[in-house]
């Protein structure tokens, strides 16, 4: 079975998702990275 995967980078965060390539196209794996380049606060 081939797949596809997509990436879609943002300024802060990064989307990506993996298809199974078939009639129809099926989202396998999905997620999102969230808040990249945010200061942590110091404790």
């Known amino acids: ?3 596809a995967l997509t990436i879609n ?3 802060s965060s990064i989307k990506f998702a ?3 390539v ?3 196209l ?3 794996l999905y997620g999102k990275i969230d808040r990249i380049g945010l200061r ?3 404790r």
């Open 26 to 28: 099926k989202r396998g």
């Open 18 to 20: 993996l298809y199974h």
């Open 9 to 11: 980078g943002g300024s």
């Open 40 to 42: 942590i606060p110091q």
């Open 1 to 3: 079975m081939q797949s």
């Open 22 to 24: 078939e009639e129809p």
